[in-house]
């Protein structure tokens, strides 16, 4: 193994440090505004220490595979630096009896330090199926791939200002800076004008940035029922930066349902829920934060499905030490085993992570007698 950090190996966006991801802060169970933070991993940041240490690693996936295997395999621990090569990482995991696939990811940030993730599929595990890569040749106008990079650069300027608020009550997102914000009200004009076109690329592109951008966009048509099913085919993209947009849009949509459900807007739980199940770190987080939307009136059927699907992920994920990632997962296991957001509250607040999901399952072994 060579000693040079390659930034590119570990991070999905192209070409920079600092967008890695969304995933939500939730400051209290009781509230109906969900605030989001861009992820990011800021070069000055890591100044003094040009290869980030590692505050926790935290492992999904495992069934029947041991954790301490797979540790002694990825021979690294908290405290270390990341390693150099995730791919080269990701083959040994992947040679492991048992395991079919792993997947690898570092992210920002507990104080200066990076956070690891370390995703392993079993054989015979659940496995979240996609669609195959598309063909065509559709493509976007170039001022909406403009407008695009330029919300991208706006939200990496406001993120480091530490304005990352976001309104998600009309259906789609609209951030707290002024400037990112009028660049989003264009997807609005972009929307409304070229739906059948941003319909053909979701579908039709061979890529995978086409496709992100129209997943985006897609979102803020004014007839939210209408690009649903848009938003649901593009779950299932092969490419995990699609989904992610996908799945932000959607999260939107559902807020609103929440909000308005005057409005019959339905928006089905099925691939959030298979999601959970997933092998990519952002799939699983961002069905967490849009069932966590879709669970808020607890709804049987939704709760039932996860209990069928994907309880034993939601139950790991709860448990992971890095407790930002952890807290979502933690809320909707609570929910799931049928307890109230103020027990849940103060069984997290209290520290007794261990107590709370003892309880969810206890309550789901209960139902199945």
Avoid at 77 to 100: A, C, F, N, Q, T
Avoid at 214 to 224: L, M, V, W
Avoid at 260 to 268: A, E, M, R, V
Avoid at 324 to 353: K, N
Wanted: charged residues 25%; glycine residues 8%; hydrophobic residues 40%.
């Amino acid at each position: 193994m060579g000693s040079s950090f390659c930034a590119d190996d570990w991070f999905l966006e192209k070409g920079s440090l600092i967008p890695v991801g969304w995933y939500p802060i939730l400051n209290c169970l009781r509230q109906r505004t969900v605030k989001f933070i861009w992820l990011s991993l800021i070069p000055s940041v890591f100044a003094a220490e040009p290869v980030p240490r590692l505050s926790s690693i935290n492992f999904y996936g495992l069934h029947r595979v041991s954790e301490s295997r797979i540790q002694k395999v990825l021979g690294v621990r908290e405290g270390d630096r990341i390693p150099p090569s995730k791919g080269e990482l990701e083959d040994r995991l992947e040679k492991i009896p048992g395991v079919v696939l792993a997947r690898l990811q570092a992210v920002c940030c507990e104080g200066r330090r990076g956070i690891l993730f370390v995703g392993i599929e079993e054989k015979g595990a659940a496995h979240f199926a996609l669609h195959s890569t598309p063909l065509g040749d559709a493509k976007l106008p170039q001022p909406m791939l403009d407008a695009y990079d330029e919300l991208v650069r706006a939200i990496e300027i406001a993120a480091r200002r530490g304005s990352s608020g976001e309104d998600l009550t009309q259906g789609h997102s609209l951030m707290a800076d002024p400037d990112a914000r009028e660049i989003q009200e264009r997807f609005i004009g972009f929307a409304s004008d070229e739906l059948p076109l941003l319909r053909e690329v979701l579908r039709n592109s061979a890529d995978e940035h086409q496709r992100e951008v129209a997943a985006t966009i897609i979102g803020y048509a004014p007839d939210k029922r209408g690009i649903i099913n848009d938003l649901e085919y593009s779950m299932q993209d092969v490419d995990e930066t699609v989904r992610s947009s996908a799945m932000r849009a959607l999260n939107a949509v559902a807020i609103l349902a929440v909000k308005q459900p005057n409005l019959g807007l339905h928006i089905s739980s099925t691939w959030f829920v298979e999601m959970l199940n997933s092998i990519v770190l952002s799939d699983r987080t961002g069905a967490t934060m849009a069932l966590l939307n879709l669970t808020d009136s607890r709804p049987h059927d939704i709760l039932d499905l996860i209990r069928g699907r994907a309880l034993p992920s939601l139950v790991e994920m709860a448990q992971w030490k890095s407790l930002s990632y952890a807290l979502p997962a933690f809320v909707l296991l609570g929910r799931v085993g049928g307890l109230s957001d103020d027990v849940i509250h103060s069984q997290w607040t209290a520290g007794e992570r261990g107590a709370m999901i003892l309880k969810a399952i206890g309550a789901e072994k209960k139902k199945r007698r």
